[in-house]
């Protein structure tokens, strides 16, 4: 790995200038840091600079999406599903295709004592972003001057989705024991105009957990208050020990609560199909899916997702397996996959398989899923021991594939030049503070905040060793010559 050296001033003035006259345009248009920052990272004249005159090399360790491969037999499926001309060829409801919808229901429900679920309370979306949509334009809709709490830092979308319908919204920050979970503060901030209350578990981006104790004790105010409460567990199935954690919907079903939440789900993070935009939408609240309902069919006539309905159902199904196994570990697997195939007995997918088959893809699954998570591990690990002596605060490994660090010595500086400074002399792609919560003034002006980076974990070992390493060596060169590196003076 060459040293890196401080880029030339012509190569700094070509880059102020891409900043302000190419696609981006910052002249013309007003950004938040979020978008601002892909924005440059997306630029292909940005791109072509700092790989011809800069660095020659561009990486992320900020990234949203895993360089891990999905489950082979879920590529399988779509090829299979795709040969035989299944699903792809015809229309569907507007909800998304009834076969997929079902197998989520009884997903769904096997997590529940007593299963309730059905189709009419699942709605399948483009991803998880077209959840946040229905939901934020279903509060507009009914509500609209109701407000919003959002518990951050959280995933950008929220805050552009309220910004987008009109909504008045609140971010709700609270950091205290070297934490960003914010349930208490969440609850003071409630009042008689407060509609809808989103949340992350497990929170993007740091990764921490919300316990049982704690979603608890916020459904029931909700519930209480007639509060819609929106949790994104996205990252729900990549938690280490999840054993130690309830679904939500297990947690409101026990309180007599599930009509008061929505939960969002999705395959992009725990499936590694980003670009599949598989998502749904979850809920009892009969209101909010009959709007879902109609939004999907003004918009999409059916969801993308139905056309991935083969990959739906043969996960649903070993989902649903995996949960039998854990409430009957003394009855034999061929017994169970007997019984859970008579409930997908709709599902054609499924019935043209063998026991032995389903058990194999069961098998063969719990493996793959297994080594992802050691992979994952590992490089949390990795991330630790590379940054200790940069780190201020770490936040704890509990799930998996973001963390969320605060780095020393970094105050009295423009965090966005900083960064932009990083991109053009390492080719490091980064994520900080404020494209989670906030401007950027505040990320710097207060003490419990400052300089936190979010760290994909999930990336490719090799370069995300390289990533982190620059970060080291570019933050004492930055440190030590600040005068030589370009200025904007800009903020977000």
Partial sequence: MKKLIIPKKSYFKKAYKLLFDSEIKLREKNYDYYHLNEKIYDCEDFQKLVLTEGPGKIVKISSGTSDRKAFPGYIEQSVADLKSNKYYRNYTSPNGYRLARRSLALMESSKLKDGIYS??????????TGAITIVFEYIKNKWPKGEV?????????YKFAANYWNLKYREVFSFQNNSFKSVDEVIKKITSKTKLIVITQPLNPTGEIYTEKEIKKLTQIASRKGILLLIDELFFDLIFEKNKYKDSTVIASE???????????????????????LGYLLSKNENLMIYAETISEVRQCFPVASNFAGIIILDAFIQSLDCLVNKNSNKPLSSLVNQLKKGFNFAESINN?????????????????????NFYSNNFDIAQEILKDEIEISIPKKSAFNTFVKIKGLTDINFFDFCFNFYLTAGIE????PCYAFDQEKWEENPNLGFWMRITFARDTKQFKYGLKRFIEFKKLYLSNQDRFLKTGLYF
């Fill in 430 to 433: 980064t994520q900080i503070g």
């Fill in 119 to 128: 189709e009419k309370d699942i709605c399948l979306t483009s991803g998880s």
């Fill in 255 to 277: 309180l007599n609560a599930l009509d008061n939440i929505a939960v969002i789900r999705g395959y992009s993070k725990n499936k590694n199909l980003a670009a599949f935009r």
């Fill in 353 to 373: 398989m063998s026991v032995k088959q389903l058990i194999a893809k069961y098998k063969e699954y719990k493996k793959y899923f297994k080594n992802i998570m």
């Fill in 149 to 157: 709490l959002i518990a951050t830092p959280a995933y950008y979308l």
